[in-house]
């Protein structure tokens, strides 16, 4: 059990390092490109699956403005930052929660958009 936390707290310590790109560039793909994995229309689903990922991402950020300066202090002075240097890596793995999140809500919804964009119309006759 001890060895499914480590890998399991290892996981997020990586997506919280790599959240400090992968928010910027989905901000960018959704401010500047207008899409999430096809473009972003005026449909309700499109609109729907565009607030999620917003939501999500303005979870991520959230708890990257409460861990993130928690995480230079503590790279700054182990001391500032808990009884041991530990303390960093549970800020980073917090902040990789959020940005694991707003991974997944981004694969779920690049996949709806996909499914409801491609599904073949109904005929009628």
Request: charged share 15%; with cysteine.
């Amino acid at each position: 059990m001890d060895n499914l936390f480590i890998i399991v707290f290892g996981l997020l310590g990586f997506f919280g390092a790599l959240g400090f790109s992968l928010i910027p560039l989905r901000l960018w793909r959704l401010i500047y490109r207008r899409r999430i994995d096809l473009p972003i229309t005026t449909k309700p689903m499109d609109i729907l699956l565009t607030l999620s990922v917003i939501c999500a991402m303005v979870f991520a950020v959230f708890i990257g403005f409460y861990s993130v300066p928690r995480l230079y202090l503590c790279l700054v002075d182990s001391h500032q930052c808990s009884a041991d240097r530990a303390g960093g890596m549970i800020h980073l793995a917090s902040f990789g929660i959020g940005v694991a999140i707003l991974e997944l809500t981004w694969l779920v919804a690049s996949m709806a958009q996909r499914y409801f964009n491609d599904s073949p119309k109904p005929h009628h006759h």
